[in-house]
DNA sequence: CGGCTCGTACGATAGGCATCGTAGTACGTA
DNA sequence: TACGTACTACGATGCCTATCGTACGAGCCG
């Protein structure tokens, strides 16, 4: 090896300018991914995968986590047996101001309007 | 006939509460449909569903207005022939203050990047 | 080394959906 | 009434996708 990447695998995730609004917002509408994003925006941190407790199996899980790293939402980086998931903001931020913010908003909402008393 | 309405047909449209953001994505995530809610916004009043000049059939667009009536997006009547689209914008801005906008803009900034020099 | 955990890959399946074409309905008008 | 326009309904088709199960690979630990 001449460098000492982080991983000996490595993630295909498309640059900044790849990145599609449709595309955001297609993986933005299933549930479970849309609760993934929100988890990972309150942590505003990295998480591993088996931290998401969701009610589908672990093939289901990759296959949403793969959706948001190639939709440009989530990045993701194998750290030993782990692989930590972070929010892209910076980029989604620098391509669509506020946009982020809104759609956190719009799903808390949401969460309290159909989830509380 | 016992009431004055506008039409015999009418069409069924979600109340505000029943709009869910899941819904309101994926119907935006089809770039038919992110550039109807485009053009309506611009003039915002009403337009008929053959001011569109889409590249699809008629029927397809047809389609493309009724997932986007029963996301809750738009709102349809019947006025003679013709039948009249508009943004359901207040519904919209009260469930998710701010999110139609943001994502209005993030349209814009991304036919701009990806459209012109 | 042996096993354990985390995550992937692949195939299968079932459902959704964007698109089309054709046939039909509702409304206005000559 | 007869015709034209605006939109709809329905069936077909091909693609995408959310889900699962099973088998596998990569890295840690005893």
Same mark, same amino acid.
């Given at each position: 090896?001449? *460098?000492? /990447?982080? *991983?000996?695998?490595?993630?295909?995730?498309?640059?900044?300018?790849?990145?599609?609004?449709?595309?955001?917002?297609? /993986?933005?509408?299933?549930?479970?991914?849309?609760?993934?994003?929100?988890?990972?925006?309150?942590? *505003?941190?990295?998480?591993?995968?088996?931290?998401?407790?969701?009610?589908?199996?672990? *093939?289901?899980?990759?296959?949403?986590?793969?959706?948001?790293?190639?939709?440009?939402?989530?990045?993701?980086?194998?750290?030993?047996?782990?692989?930590?998931?972070?929010?892209?903001?910076?980029?989604?931020?620098?391509?669509?101001?506020?946009?982020?913010?809104?759609?956190?908003?719009?799903?808390?909402?949401?969460?309290?309007?159909?989830?509380?008393?």
């Amino acid at each position: 090896m001449t *460098s000492p /990447a982080v *991983s000996t695998r490595d993630l295909p995730h498309p640059a900044r300018d790849e990145i599609r609004l449709e595309g955001v917002l297609h /993986a933005l509408s299933d549930p479970m991914r849309l609760r993934i994003v929100r988890e990972l925006a309150a942590v *505003s941190g990295e998480l591993t995968c088996s931290h998401f407790d969701l009610p589908v199996t672990k *093939s289901t899980t990759t296959h949403h986590f793969r959706v948001l790293r190639e939709a440009g939402v989530v990045q993701q980086i194998y750290r030993g047996t782990a692989k930590m998931n972070g929010l892209r903001r910076d980029d989604l931020d620098g391509l669509f101001p506020g946009l982020l913010d809104a759609l956190l908003d719009a799903a808390a909402r949401q969460a309290v309007r159909l989830g509380s008393a």
